[in-house]
């Protein structure tokens, strides 16, 4: 605060330098200060902003300004400001201050620092400082000793050093304040300071006393530092000190944890405790340490901010540790603790250390490269961490990459290990609070710990893969697949050298679940493997996919039957179905360079089927043999081709067989049903290859699976697993293991409300018959006979028994529901799963056989699969497969560049499917869907206007077509079939109340097919007019606007085609036109809006190629319309839109020649601002200074008004009014009779090119324009005064004034009278009686009502209303006035009257004051005698 009073200061005396003579003597520093730029000031605000690049570069630039003026009193002033602000109230300041601070001394070396210390606390002196202010002056010579300090010149002044370290030892005595701040700017200090000066610096700081030394971690921390720097010294000041001693313990615990909980918002390691473990290292004392300091003592007690400090010193203390410590630390209690942890702390809201663990581990291993025992020995001691078996390190660790190679291969050996003979001894295995009281012997044995311990272990190795090089490491992931796939499938007889796998043994024998777990693993191993090769084959060996190399393996395997034996022995069909793949294999890989492709895609198929044969036997076999047929026939199709004419009886047997490309769909449909990613990709791969022989009926059994009414009401061949149900029941949830007693008791409570409500819904006739018959058979029901009797203990026991299994039998039923509508949704869930599968074959299709005739086919199964999607796409299965849906149709199909070119023989068919599509989309519910089934007859319109007819054998000598037509008439596209089906579309969409179809769509199709918009338009301009609604006629207006400016359209027209259509259209228009303002709903606004908007789209066309059309008719139209319009605008209630419509209306009248004039917005806006009253004016600017009190500002008022008087000239030059000559000459001029706005009438426009231009569109529209404010009734018009302009024509407006008696006594009345402008006789009465009832404020400050009031028979008043008129008085100009006027117009203040002459605006000093003067009338709210009165006292004053 103390800054900113500095800177108001200082801002002052910058701002009036004139004062310092009237102030007296000041100091020499305040003399120089007035000197200063406003740029040097405003450094030191920047550097107080919480931008740091902001802060960085005004200190930047603050030192480069002072380098400038070294010996200035700049310096000084910097100095005090930067001392100023280490005490500002704002604490993101402080710092700030403090580091440009540090940077000056850093850059001035001359500044003493002891001078700089002395102001520091004089400045914020703590013994005379207000109590209020103690805070900041604390944190003031705190930051003042930092800035010292980060400037790097401390530590070499010792002077300043010692009064740095005093002031820091005063401040520790602050603790509520400052709390430990003090202390550790002490520590960071001595840590700097040389060697030479502690002996000096060391008996100020430490005492001479272990007791003081552990009494606070600060003093520790100095003891230490002093311990490592200057042990002499301190061995002088305090003697021997033995401070890891067993009686110093608790001592060293309690410090230790009043460190841990003064970093626990900073989350960080002190650095007392780091301290400790390198002191302990030092003495040979680590085990001591580590025993009795951390986990006997710190760890003792659950206190989590100990606990995180000892995880962080584990963390820490990993690159420092032996071997043999390595082990003592990782088999300890810190280690379980750190585990429980890490299993407890599952919540989202709580506190997780693994991934700063992490990083502590990751650092060690990036630093330990040299050494692979250790790094071997921290990574099999975290992963030896276990809760029941199961290894907290999830399986996923990424630190493959940074072990070495010795290290990474013997993790993959002990993982090896492990998983054969698992080690529980060496496991450091805990259980948790809620493990321990739910523990079932029965349940929690050693086979569990071993299964949890196996599946972790393999699903650990085959992670491992993905984060490795396959070029690198290549031996070490073949021996991991080899692993994996040996203990999947095979078990071994007799051990043999020739596979090294039969040597491994099982310590505990291997379950089938484990057997099911690896068996997963592989696969998910072998689909990396297969993602890696497709990225970078040649990194294999020989360029063969690791799929190939491990099927080598397998028959290695089979063939050496004595040894190894397969789990599922093979029958001898699927041994020769095995062999007969090999074969194949070989001929795939004999096949020419032609067929490569395709047969690398088979070699993958055989391959993957291959190994699967060892998983499902039975299914495999069948596959195989099916692919080795279809891979022989697709291969030796080409070379039948080439041969002569076949046999008879050949011909027959093929014609009976089903074609390969339908035997190969089929198995492609097998694999899909399974949920393999690798399946997945392996089956596009394939359909690929094979997509360009696809027949309708293969394309038939993907769209048999797709279509949802078939596959749910009747049985698919083709039965879709899921393995994952399987896995679910055999294996057990990670977190269904560490749960809460409290939370499985509030889910099983929430599941049996649950059940209770279920059963409570389920409840049906037949069970309440049941339950009834019972009560009345144990006579429970009280009639009216029994009411004394009770039944006996026999009938009550016989009655609870009955009620029970009553009950019982109604629980099973329910829960025989349930099951059975789980398992519907579940069959359902697969289902929709399979169809997103099957997607991906349609896809391939669609982008590799864009061409084909079958991709036509696929239109109406993908629609349907929208459509359906649309309506229950309530869960993410249905929403995935609508998107997918979705974007192949749009992007895949209807936008490809490539489509159908062969459609000759079906341009029938085509066509009726058009027309059945655009039906469908006309009766859709939805307009999204209809979207979908009108692109869809696009697409079709597309493939038939892409596709040639087949040239005629004989032609009819005839014209030409030229232009479109040509193109037109060479493709299949045949308008006459086409248009009938659009146009009933179109009429559909013009006339039906909920239509589905939207403009889009017709644009759409009329930018694509320009020949088909021009047979459809008629229907379009006939739907303009007429009997339909007027939604639908605003939607026709709206089509054409969008429609008539396509070029592609304007093309297929000749010129006078053209001319007539624009003539139509603007005929149709006129009519809608001639009802404009008198819209009520609003279709009939929208109708009104869309007319005008295309009569402007019709008025450009017209002037852009220049067209002959008669304009008379629209623009008497427009013309009778303006009073209504105008009259709605100046409603009290504005109707919704009306403004708009009228901007649009004078865009078109604007075309025709007669411009929007001025005075018209300025009356608009004097209406709206005067619907508010004086009343709610006051209540709205409560708390503020009325108008009247407030100053005027004379000189911008002036420069306005002399701004605004200079282009009020125009061409001719006219002298300034600076004397009272040219005011007498008005005032004489006005008691002659003639008025001063009458002598400004303007001289005729000058021709502006936008007259010229105006006046070419007159001509060709054979008329001369009018004026908008021409009234339609004449004899109204000659009743009226017409002292205004908004009465005449443009033509009349230029004319001299009338010469008529009355009328000149009417005008210099009215101009006496404040120069009021009468109402324009176009104006409706309704608006003038609403005129009449608003106050609107004038210029002078006077009411409407006593503006037309005689005026007063003093003559002060009278001549003081001919002055006011003189400047107010003048006729408005009229609105045909040539541009340069209506530029100065715009340039004039807002505040004039409307309707007046830029001339009116001439600056006179005293008519400026006197307009002061009015002003300062009294309010509307007083009384008219209190009015006069006060006037009369005004004009009474000398």
């Not at 290549?474 to 596979?499: D, G, M, W």
């Not at 190994?611 to 099916?626: A, M």
């Not at 509030?746 to 069970?767: A, I, K, L």
């Not at 592609?1048 to 303002?1077: H, M, S, Y």
Request: glycine share 4%.
């Amino acid at each position: 605060m103390v800054a900113l009073e500095m800177e108001k200061r200082d801002r002052a005396a910058a701002m009036a330098p004139g004062e310092a003579a009237k102030g007296g003597a000041r100091p020499v520093d305040r003399q120089g200060l007035l000197q200063h730029s406003r740029e040097f000031l405003d450094f030191f605000w920047d550097i107080a902003k919480p931008q740091q690049e902001t802060r960085l570069e005004a200190t930047e630039k603050l030192l480069e300004y002072l380098r400038a003026r070294p010996e200035g009193s700049e310096m000084k002033y910097a100095q005090k400001r930067l001392i100023a602000g280490l005490g500002m109230g704002r604490e993101t300041a402080r710092p700030c201050y403090s580091l440009a601070l540090a940077q000056l001394l850093q850059s001035f070396e001359d500044i003493p620092l002891c001078s700089i210390l002395q102001q520091i606390q004089e400045k914020h002196d703590l013994q005379t400082v207000k109590k209020v202010m103690k805070r900041p002056a604390l944190f003031a010579n705190l930051f003042g000793v930092l800035a010292l300090f980060q400037s790097g010149r401390l530590v070499k002044d010792p002077e300043a050093l010692m009064k740095s370290v005093k002031l820091l030892q005063v401040l520790a005595q602050y603790y509520n304040h400052l709390q430990e701040q003090p202390q550790k700017a002490l520590v960071d200090i001595l840590s700097e300071v040389p060697e030479a000066m502690w002996q000096e610096v060391l008996p100020k700081v430490l005492k001479p006393d272990l007791n003081s030394i552990l009494g606070s971690p600060e003093h520790l921390e100095i003891f230490l530092l002093a311990q490592q720097k200057v042990p002499r010294h301190l061995e002088k000041l305090m003697g021997p000190v033995n401070l890891l001693s067993d009686e110093n313990i608790p001592r060293l615990v309690t410090v230790l944890k009043t460190a841990a909980n003064s970093v626990k918002k900073e989350r960080k390691l002190p650095a007392v405790a780091l301290d400790l473990l390198r002191l302990a290292l030092r003495e040979n004392k680590f085990p001591w340490f580590w025993n009795e300091i951390v986990e006997q003592g710190l760890m003792k007690k659950q206190f989590w901010p100990a606990s995180y400090l000892c995880f962080r010193l584990l963390g820490a203390s990993l690159p420092m540790l032996s071997k043999k410590q390595l082990q003592l630390v990782m088999r300890g209690d810190t280690i379980r603790h750190y585990g429980e942890h890490i299993v407890t702390a599952k919540f989202p809201g709580q506190f997780k250390f693994a991934p700063e663990m992490n990083k502590y581990v990751e650092s060690f291993l990036e630093g330990c490269q040299d050494d692979p025992e250790k790094q071997l020995a921290v990574v099999v001691a975290f992963s030896s961490i276990t809760n029941q078996g199961l290894p907290v390190v999830p399986t996923f660790w990424r630190i493959g990459r940074l072990l070495s190679a010795p290290a990474l291969k013997g993790y993959v050996a002990w993982l090896q290990d492990m998983f054969l003979q698992p080690n529980l001894d060496s496991l450091v295995d805990f259980s948790t609070d809620n493990q321990k009281k739910a523990q079932d012997a029965s349940i929690h044995g050693p086979e569990r710990t071993v299964f949890r311990l196996r599946k972790w272990l393999i699903l650990r190795l085959v992670s491992i893969v993905d984060s490795l090089h396959l070029e690198k490491e290549e031996a070490l992931i073949e021996e991991v697949a080899r692993f994996c796939f040996f203990h999947s499938f095979f078990e071994t007889k007799k051990p043999t050298s020739q596979i090294p796998e039969t040597g491994q043994r099982f310590s505990f024998p291997v379950e089938p679940r484990t057997r099911e777990v690896v068996s997963g693993a592989f696969f998910s191993l072998l689909q990396t493997l297969s993602a890696h090769f497709k990225h970078a084959p040649e990194q294999t060996q020989n360029k063969r996919p690791w799929t190939y190399r491990l099927v080598q393996f397998a028959d290695m395997l089979l063939n050496h039957s004595r040894n190894v034996s397969p789990l599922t022995p093979f029958t001898t069909q699927q041994r020769q179905a095995w062999t007969q793949m090999l074969q194949t294999l070989e001929e795939l890989e004999a096949c020419s360079s032609e067929a490569k492709a395709k047969a690398t895609a088979f070699q993958h198929l055989l391959l993957l089927v291959g190994i699967h044969l060892f998983k499902s036997p039975t299914e495999s076999c069948d596959l195989l043999g099916d692919i080795q047929t279809c891979i022989k026939k697709s291969l030796g199709e080409k070379t039948r081709r080439t041969r002569s004419k076949a046999t008879n009886r050949s011909l027959l047997a093929e014609a009976q067989e089903p074609p390969w490309v339908e035997v190969l769909v089929e198995v492609l449909l097998a694999l899909l049903a399974q949920p393999s990613q690798l399946i997945r990709q392996v089956a596009r791969t394939v359909f690929g290859h094979v997509c360009a022989h696809l027949t309708p009926q293969a394309l038939q059994l993907i769209l048999d699976v797709l279509n949802p009414e078939e596959s749910e009401d009747e049985d698919d061949n083709v039965v879709v697993t899921d393995d994952s149900e399987k896995q679910l029941e055999n294996e057990e949830d990670k977190s269904s293991e560490s749960e809460d007693n409290k939370n499985s008791e509030s889910e099983d409570s929430e599941e049996e409300e649950s059940d209770e409500e279920d059963r409570d819904g389920d409840v049906d006739p037949g069970f309440r018959e049941q339950l009834m018959a019972v009560l009345q058979a144990g006579k429970a029901l009280g009639g009216v006979d029994d009411d004394d009797e009770e039944l006996g203990d026999e009938a009550m026991m016989a009655l609870d028994e009955n009620l029970s299994s009553l009950f019982a039998e109604q629980k099973l039923r329910i829960q025989a529901r349930r099951d059975e509508k789980n398992k519907l949704q579940k069959e359902k869930a697969l289902r929709r799963d399979f169809q997103i599968r099957v997607l991906d074959l349609i896809e391939v299709l669609v982008t590799k056989q864009p061409e084909n005739p079958l991709v036509l086919e696929l239109l109406d199964p993908l629609l349907n699969i929208i459509r359906r999607s649309m309506r229950t796409s309530s869960t993410k299965q249905e929403q995935d497969l609508l998107h997918k849906t979705a974007r192949i149709f749009t992007h895949h199909l209807c936008r490809s560049r490539h489509y159908c070119r062969d459609v000759n023989n079906c341009v029938e068919t085509v066509s009726t499917q058009v027309e059945r599509l655009v039906q469908q989309a006309a009766h859709q519910a939805d307009s999204s869907v209809a979207l979908y089934y009108f692109n869809a007859s696009l697409y079709l319109l597309r493939v038939l206007k892409g596709n040639t007819r087949k040239p005629q054998k004989k032609e009819k000598a005839g014209t030409k077509p030229k232009g479109p037509e040509v193109a037109q008439a060479a493709s299949c596209l045949d308008l006459n079939i086409v248009t009938p089906i659009y146009s009933s579309a179109l009429s559909s969409f013009l006339t039906k109340r909920n239509s589905p179809l939207t403009i889009p769509m017709f644009l759409s199709l009329f930018s694509r097919h320009p020949m088909l918009c021009k047979s459809l338009l008629p229907l379009v301009i006939q739907h303009v007019t007429g009997q339909t609604r007027p939604r639908h006629q605003a939607q026709a207006c709206l089509l054409l606007q969008k429609v008539l400016p396509m070029r592609e359209l304007r093309l297929c027209f000749e010129d006078p085609e053209w001319e007539q259509l624009t003539c139509q259209i603007l005929a149709k228009v006129t009519e809608n036109l001639r009802a404009l303002g008198e819209a009520q709903s609003k279709s009939e606004q929208l109708k009104s809006r869309s007319s005008l908007e295309l009569l402007n789209v019709l008025f450009r066309i017209i002037n852009h190629e220049k067209l002959t059309v008669d304009l008379t008719v629209v623009r008497d139209v427009l013309q009778s319309k303006q009073q209504y319009l105008q009259h709605r605008v100046r409603q009290k209630e504005q109707v919704a839109g009306a403004s708009r419509l009228y901007d649009i209306y004078w865009q078109a009248m604007r075309v025709l020649g007669v411009p929007r004039p001025k005075s018209e917005k300025k009356d608009a806006k004097e209406v709206l601002s005067a619907t508010q009253s004086p009343v709610s004016m006051k209540r709205k600017k409560k708390g503020f200074l009325p108008e009247t009190k407030k100053r005027k500002k004379r000189k911008s008022e002036g420069t306005t008004q002399e701004a605004a008087a200079k282009p009020a000239a125009g061409d001719q030059p006219q002298p300034p009014s600076t004397g009272k000559k040219r005011k007498r000459k008005k005032a004489k001029a006005q008691g002659e009779g003639t008025p001063a706005a009458e002598s400004l009438s303007p001289e005729p426009p000058a021709k502006t090119p936008k007259l010229q231009k105006n006046r070419k569109l007159s001509q060709v529209n054979g008329a001369t324009p009018v004026a908008p404010m021409e009234p339609m009734d004449r004899k109204h018009q000659k009743e009226l005064p017409q002292n205004g302009v908004s009465g005449k024509s443009p033509q009349s407006a230029l004319q001299p004034p009338a010469k008529t008696p009355k009328l000149q006594k009417r005008n210099r009345k009215l101009s006496r009278v404040n120069g009021a402008t009468p109402v324009a006789p176009s104006e409706p009465a309704v608006e003038k009686q609403y005129q009449k009832e608003l106050p609107q404020k004038e210029v002078s400050g006077k009411s409407p009502q006593s503006a037309l009031q005689p005026p007063a028979k003093t003559p002060k008043l009278q001549k003081r209303n001919r002055k006011l008129s003189q400047v107010n008085g003048a006729t408005p100009v009229a609105p045909s006035e040539p541009a340069v006027e209506k530029q100065y117009q715009k340039e004039l203040p807002q505040k004039e009257v409307s309707g007046k002459s830029p001339q009116s605006a001439l600056p006179r000093k005293k008519a400026k004051s006197r307009l002061s003067l009015a002003n300062r009338s009294p309010s509307l709210l007083q009384s008219g005698a209190k009015k006069k009165k006060a006037q009369l006292r005004k004009a009474a004053k000398p």
